[in-house]
Nanobody, 124 residues
């Protein structure tokens, strides 16, 4: 099993920044890709960004390109999501997820491990 713990959420004004962290523990060697997802009230969970653990390749959904940056530290087993120029529509619970199979996927069902989520609220 792998455990994922997110931190860094909070309340910020539009245009502000937040940095989310996801610390992994347990069977981290089984991880091949990590993703940040978000879910707003009444909406489906969607991928925000993903990163290949060995390749470092990245993926961003169109709505966050140029504003969000995903990064990782293999030695610390940590993934970050730097969120800049935040907008009210970014308000959601943000989840960290790990995938055992190769490749970043936009499909949440393909991820094997999930964190508990952290709330991000952007006020206008």
């Amino acid at each position: 099993q792998m455990q994922l713990v997110e931190s860094g959420g909070g309340l910020v004004q539009a245009g502000g920044s937040l940095r989310l962290s996801c610390a992994a523990s347990g069977r981290t060697a089984s991880r091949n890709a990590m993703g940040w997802f978000r879910q707003a009230p009444g909406k489906e969970r969607e991928i925000v960004a993903g990163i290949g653990w060995s390749t470092g390749s990245t993926y961003y959904t169109d709505s966050v390109k140029g504003r969000f940056t995903i990064s990782k530290d293999n030695a610390k087993n940590t993934v970050w999501l730097q969120m800049d120029s935040l907008k009210p529509e970014d308000t959601a619970v943000y989840y960290c997820a790990a995938k055992r199979t190769l490749g970043i996927s936009r499909t949440s069902a393909l991820y094997d491990y999930w964190g508990q989520g952290t709330q991000v609220t952007v006020s206008s």
